[in-house]
């Protein structure tokens, strides 16, 4: 089974950048879809991308949509998500998540592998 150890976070300022990792291990990568989910300080973990095995399909949430990027390198056994134009409201915890099957999926109990989480603080 894949194992996730995800990277990349900090603390930035408003309408700053940030390019999150998410490196693989074990299992096959290329077999899975990835996506990146967030959980901010007393709300629900939400669906933030998701991406495709071959990486050639990506689904995002509306509330990211034009300002992040997911991306993969199968080569490389890594998912990425760019974060431009950072709000306020993105601070949460990061974490990326696979599953077998369609990547067309936004609920977190559809995917059954899980990375530990990185901080994303975005200050004023």
């Known amino acids: 089974q894949v194992q996730l150890v995800e990277s990349g976070g900090g603390l930035v300022q408003a309408g700053d950048s940030l390019r999150l990792f998410c490196a693989a291990s074990?299992?096959?990568?290329?077999?899975?879809?990835m996506a990146w989910f967030r959980q901010a300080p007393g709300k629900e973990r939400e669906f933030v991308a998701s991406?495709?095995?071959?990486?050639?399909?990506?689904y995002y949430a509306d509330s990211v949509k034009g300002r992040f990027t997911i991306s993969r390198d199968n080569a490389e056994n890594t998912v990425y998500l760019q974060l431009d134009s950072l709000k306020l409201e993105d601070t949460a915890v990061y974490y990326c998540a696979a599953k077998e099957g369609t990547f067309y999926s936004t609920g977190p109990t559809a995917y059954n592998v899980w990375g530990q989480g990185t901080q994303v603080t975005v200050s004023s």
């Open positions: 074990g299992g096959s990568f290329s077999s899975v879809a």
């Open positions: 991406i495709s095995r071959n990486g050639y399909s990506t």
